[in-house]
């Protein structure tokens, strides 16, 4: 069955330092994998998208992910936090095969300490 | 293009009231899909429509809800006698086409409070 992990429901940086976000997922086919973000009594934002082109994806922002498969990872990372960063990051793993499959992790809350 | 549009952003309800939730596509997008957040879980599929159809609706609990999507105006999720279970971000999302390379377009959710 497929399922997403991201592995940390909080993450805590000084502004300035880097960010990593962790997502794992789990798959028989070769997913398309997204990450959205979601600023308070927000909507969802795409930050970015792998569909199987270039492993590293540039988002927005100055956010990144790289797309691992020997290590089923997408994790997101971005050189330098902002304030701005503050926020709810979402992993989305899309199976081929269409809408049902949208599969989304439960979050991670990132906190930007200035 | 003003995007996914749901309305009303926040909806408060008694137990037992009624909820409609509304969800206009994006401009050119015949395809909507609900989805619910609830607190500390991630999304969860609810129903899948297209114009005056429902494609899939494998995620939507059994009883007291529904949707549709007619052949003009918003798609419409309801949800009959509410209880405080059902408090949770409500998001819709659309699409031009189904399957993962057309993308999908969020809306910012209504917000549902069952008092």
């Known amino acids: 069955a497929q399922s997403v992990t991201q592995l940390d429901s909080h993450v805590s940086v000084s502004e300035g330092t880097p960010v990593l976000l962790r997502c794992n997922y789990s798959?028989?086919?070769?997913?398309?994998l997204f990450w959205y973000v979601q600023h308070p009594n927000k909507g969802l934002q795409l930050l970015l998208k792998y569909t199987s082109a270039a492993t590293l994806v540039k988002g927005i922002n100055g956010f990144e992910a790289e797309f691992k498969k020997s290590e089923t990872s997408f994790h997101l990372t971005k050189p330098s936090a902002h304030m701005s960063d503050a926020a709810e990051y979402f992993c989305v793993v899309i199976y081929s095969g269409g809408y049902q499959k949208v599969t989304f992790g439960i979050g991670t809350k990132l906190q930007v300490i200035p | 293009n003003a995007g996914v549009m749901q309305n009303p952003r926040h909806l408060v309800r008694r137990r037992g009231q009624e909820a409609r939730l509304r969800c206009s596509p994006m401009k050119g997008h015949s395809h909507v899909y609900w989805y619910r957040q609830l607190p500390e879980e991630g999304l969860k599929f609810m129903v899948y429509l297209q114009k005056e159809n429902i494609i899939d609706e494998s995620g939507m609990p059994k009883e007291r809800f529904s949707a549709e999507f007619p052949k003009e105006g918003p798609s419409i999720l309801r949800i009959q006698q509410v209880v405080r279970g059902d408090s949770a971000a409500y998001f819709c999302?659309?699409?031009?086409?189904?399957?993962?390379?057309?993308?999908?377009?969020f809306g910012s959710g209504t917000r549902l409070t069952v008092v």
């Open positions: 798959s028989s086919y070769s997913p398309s």
């Open positions: 999302a659309s699409s031009p086409g189904q399957g993962e390379n057309y993308g999908y377009t």
